[in-house]
């Protein structure tokens, strides 16, 4: 895999305050990468220093191989920003936007259109002024700016933030089939749970500093979060008759009980529970969630290596 | 130079659509009309050019009207498109800060340019229309005239953008602007004429009048177009104008650094500012 983005220990300060301490990581080509973070985690500084917008006081970035922030920004043209709450000139219409940030990239405006169907802006909408247009519509057109002429790198700032649940599953069908172009797209997020299956990778960022950085499965492998297993028992019976004493049970409602397990015991417990099955008549197996996991980094500082 | 190009057309574009174009041309023609119309009635026949006249009266209007508008055009370009959020996105295309300064600066001179050239044109156009009889001269005067007018608005686009870029939030740029605006139109001017009073009669140097008429953009656009022919018998500013020795070349120069230097200053800071 080649990487397109290489961050090196880079630091950030806006005057006393270090937004960004020291951070490093690689994005590849084709990956799907998601930045997560409280609000002022860094995740915004960390964009600013890709798009070249400001310079690390420490470290180095380099963004397709060079420096973005200097030279004659022959890099932007082939990365695409949608920052956090796009806005645009109100008077202008969605199509006379899209022309002007076209231009700017040398792209054909012809490539407009279809732009325009890809991130589904309506026809009828295009050439009415952006100050009528809707959150969601808005954010349709800041993503089809993003899109102009075929980015190698496509950096999305809590793109989803503000849409509704069926616009937000649209968003994502469409990181998707970009996905497969090749581009390397980070999502930044305060909200993990979304991103599930979504990223092929995630970087946990808290307080300028990286807490964590892999794939859900190793995040979740290195975090070694309790697997809940909750189960219904049948009329008449009680916690010892499951037959799984080394389990811890917890009631939790009317004949409902839930043992925490580590990874490792949890299918022997299963196999214990349901070695009796009249004894239960439901059972749940709820893995933590990505929120969980997320907690546990923020909360613990844990460094990968 | 092709962004500067694209973000100048984009101005004009904007400022169409607001109908800024459009109200500062009407405005101007508005008042321009007015004063050519009735400032010609009181002046009878004694044989002055009636577009003389509206030269006069023109450019003592240009004096406060025309500062005002670049101002106000002015103030907003970047502070505002930072609170806004519009200009995070802009400078992620590939494009220079300093591109997008000087693409603004053109674009809003355009505008200003076609405000003063239709709005002050219509007077002219009129005048020749009723049939009044216009002398080359005057006429020269008159373009000479619609010329400084717009090099005024640009040094005060120019000093716009240095107000922009230096404040943090778009109603500090605005107050800022109506001072500076109250500073160069009136006060300077007030204060000048009681250091006059104060001196009573001690003869001021010249070296130091000269240099007080040309540190203020607005004196040196009035001693341009009020210190030389006809209109400066009809101003008064004449007896001034004697006393100098600022040559319109040099009033040209002064109001064209009045232009460079906010700008230089404003591309600069603006190249250094963290976003």
Redesign the interface.
Same mark, same amino acid.
């Given at each position: 895999m080649t990487a397109t983005v290489s961050i090196t220990d880079a630091g950030k300060c *806006?005057g006393k305050v270090e937004a960004v301490k020291h951070v490093s990581f690689t994005l590849n080509e084709g990956e799907t990468v998601a930045l997560v973070g409280h609000n002022g985690a860094g995740k915004t500084t960390l964009i600013?220093l890709m +798009?070249g917008?400001?310079r690390p006081g420490r470290g180095s970035v380099r963004v397709l191989g060079e420096d973005p922030a200097t030279g004659?920004?022959?890099v932007?043209?082939r990365?695409g *920003?949608l920052?956090e709450?796009?806005?645009?000139?109100m008077? +202008?219409t969605g199509r006379?936007t899209l022309a002007? *940030?076209a231009? +700017?990239?040398?792209v054909d405006i012809g490539e407009g259109n279809a732009l325009f169907e890809r991130v589904g802006l309506a026809n009828e909408a295009v050439d009415r002024?952006v100050r009528t247009y809707s959150k969601g519509m808005r954010q349709r057109l800041g993503l089809a700016?993003a899109l102009l002429g075929q980015p190698r790198i496509l950096l999305l700032d809590e793109p989803t933030s503000g849409l509704d649940p069926a616009l937000r599953r649209q968003f994502y069908d469409l990181i998707t089939d970009l996905r497969s172009t090749g581009t390397t797209i980070l999502l930044s997020s305060h909200a993990l749970t979304e991103l599930e299956d979504r990223a092929d990778r995630v970087i946990i960022v808290n307080g300028g500093l990286k807490a964590a950085d892999g794939t859900l499965e190793d995040l979740r492998r290195l975090a070694r979060l309790p697997t809940r297993i909750g189960v219904t028992l049948a009329d008449g019976k009680n916690a010892a008759d499951l037959g799984a004493s080394d389990a811890t049970w917890r009631t939790t409602g009317d004949r409902t009980l839930e043992a925490a397990v580590q990874p490792e015991n949890k299918i022997a417990l299963l196999h214990q529970v349901t070695a009796h099955p009249a004894v239960i008549t439901g059972l749940h197996v709820m893995e933590p969630s990505l929120d969980d996991v997320y907690a546990h980094f923020l909360a613990g500082q844990v460094k990968t290596p | 130079m092709k %962004?500067i190009l694209?973000i100048a057309a984009?101005e004009i574009?904007?400022g169409m659509? %607001?109908r800024w174009v459009l109200a500062t041309t009407l405005l101007l023609a508005a008042l321009a009309l007015t004063l050519s119309f009735l400032g010609s009635a009181p002046t009878g026949n004694v044989g002055v050019d009636p577009l003389d006249i509206v030269v006069v009266s023109l450019s003592s209007l240009t004096i406060f009207l025309v500062p005002l508008i670049a101002l106000v055009l002015s103030h907003d370009a970047i502070v505002g498109e930072m609170e806004?959020?519009?200009m995070? #996105?802009? #400078?992620?295309?590939?494009?220079?800060r300093r591109q997008v300064i000087f693409g603004k600066f053109l674009g809003h001179l355009a505008i200003l340019s076609f405000a003063t050239l239709f709005g002050y044109g219509a007077a002219a156009l009129a005048l020749a229309i009723t049939g009044t009889a216009i002398s080359s001269d005057s006429l020269l005067a008159f373009a000479a005239m619609i010329g400084s007018s717009v090099l005024l608005g640009a040094v005060f686009i120019a000093i716009g953008y240095l107000i922009s870029t230096l404040a943090a939030e778009r109603s500090t740029a605005g107050g800022i602007a109506i001072g500076i605006w109250l500073f160069f139109v009136l006060i300077y001017d007030m204060a000048l004429l009681g250091g006059l009073v104060v001196a009573q009669g001690k003869p001021l140097p010249s070296g130091l009048l000269d240099l007080l008429l040309v540190v203020n953009p607005t004196d040196a656009y009035r001693l341009l177009n009020l210190g030389s022919g006809n209109a400066s018998a009809l101003s008064g500013m004449g007896g001034l104008a004697g006393q100098t020795a600022l040559s319109p070349l040099i009033l040209l120069l002064a109001l064209l650094v009045w232009i460079i230097a906010p700008l230089t200053l404003a591309t600069t800071l603006f190249s250094r500012r963290? #976003?």
């Amino acid at each position: 895999m080649t990487a397109t983005v290489s961050i090196t220990d880079a630091g950030k300060c *806006y005057g006393k305050v270090e937004a960004v301490k020291h951070v490093s990581f690689t994005l590849n080509e084709g990956e799907t990468v998601a930045l997560v973070g409280h609000n002022g985690a860094g995740k915004t500084t960390l964009i600013k220093l890709m +798009l070249g917008l400001i310079r690390p006081g420490r470290g180095s970035v380099r963004v397709l191989g060079e420096d973005p922030a200097t030279g004659d920004f022959a890099v932007r043209q082939r990365l695409g *920003y949608l920052p956090e709450s796009v806005s645009f000139h109100m008077a +202008l219409t969605g199509r006379e936007t899209l022309a002007f *940030y076209a231009r +700017l990239k040398r792209v054909d405006i012809g490539e407009g259109n279809a732009l325009f169907e890809r991130v589904g802006l309506a026809n009828e909408a295009v050439d009415r002024p952006v100050r009528t247009y809707s959150k969601g519509m808005r954010q349709r057109l800041g993503l089809a700016q993003a899109l102009l002429g075929q980015p190698r790198i496509l950096l999305l700032d809590e793109p989803t933030s503000g849409l509704d649940p069926a616009l937000r599953r649209q968003f994502y069908d469409l990181i998707t089939d970009l996905r497969s172009t090749g581009t390397t797209i980070l999502l930044s997020s305060h909200a993990l749970t979304e991103l599930e299956d979504r990223a092929d990778r995630v970087i946990i960022v808290n307080g300028g500093l990286k807490a964590a950085d892999g794939t859900l499965e190793d995040l979740r492998r290195l975090a070694r979060l309790p697997t809940r297993i909750g189960v219904t028992l049948a009329d008449g019976k009680n916690a010892a008759d499951l037959g799984a004493s080394d389990a811890t049970w917890r009631t939790t409602g009317d004949r409902t009980l839930e043992a925490a397990v580590q990874p490792e015991n949890k299918i022997a417990l299963l196999h214990q529970v349901t070695a009796h099955p009249a004894v239960i008549t439901g059972l749940h197996v709820m893995e933590p969630s990505l929120d969980d996991v997320y907690a546990h980094f923020l909360a613990g500082q844990v460094k990968t290596p | 130079m092709k %962004n500067i190009l694209i973000i100048a057309a984009k101005e004009i574009q904007e400022g169409m659509r %607001n109908r800024w174009v459009l109200a500062t041309t009407l405005l101007l023609a508005a008042l321009a009309l007015t004063l050519s119309f009735l400032g010609s009635a009181p002046t009878g026949n004694v044989g002055v050019d009636p577009l003389d006249i509206v030269v006069v009266s023109l450019s003592s209007l240009t004096i406060f009207l025309v500062p005002l508008i670049a101002l106000v055009l002015s103030h907003d370009a970047i502070v505002g498109e930072m609170e806004r959020g519009t200009m995070l #996105l802009l #400078l992620s295309y590939p494009i220079g800060r300093r591109q997008v300064i000087f693409g603004k600066f053109l674009g809003h001179l355009a505008i200003l340019s076609f405000a003063t050239l239709f709005g002050y044109g219509a007077a002219a156009l009129a005048l020749a229309i009723t049939g009044t009889a216009i002398s080359s001269d005057s006429l020269l005067a008159f373009a000479a005239m619609i010329g400084s007018s717009v090099l005024l608005g640009a040094v005060f686009i120019a000093i716009g953008y240095l107000i922009s870029t230096l404040a943090a939030e778009r109603s500090t740029a605005g107050g800022i602007a109506i001072g500076i605006w109250l500073f160069f139109v009136l006060i300077y001017d007030m204060a000048l004429l009681g250091g006059l009073v104060v001196a009573q009669g001690k003869p001021l140097p010249s070296g130091l009048l000269d240099l007080l008429l040309v540190v203020n953009p607005t004196d040196a656009y009035r001693l341009l177009n009020l210190g030389s022919g006809n209109a400066s018998a009809l101003s008064g500013m004449g007896g001034l104008a004697g006393q100098t020795a600022l040559s319109p070349l040099i009033l040209l120069l002064a109001l064209l650094v009045w232009i460079i230097a906010p700008l230089t200053l404003a591309t600069t800071l603006f190249s250094r500012r963290e #976003l």
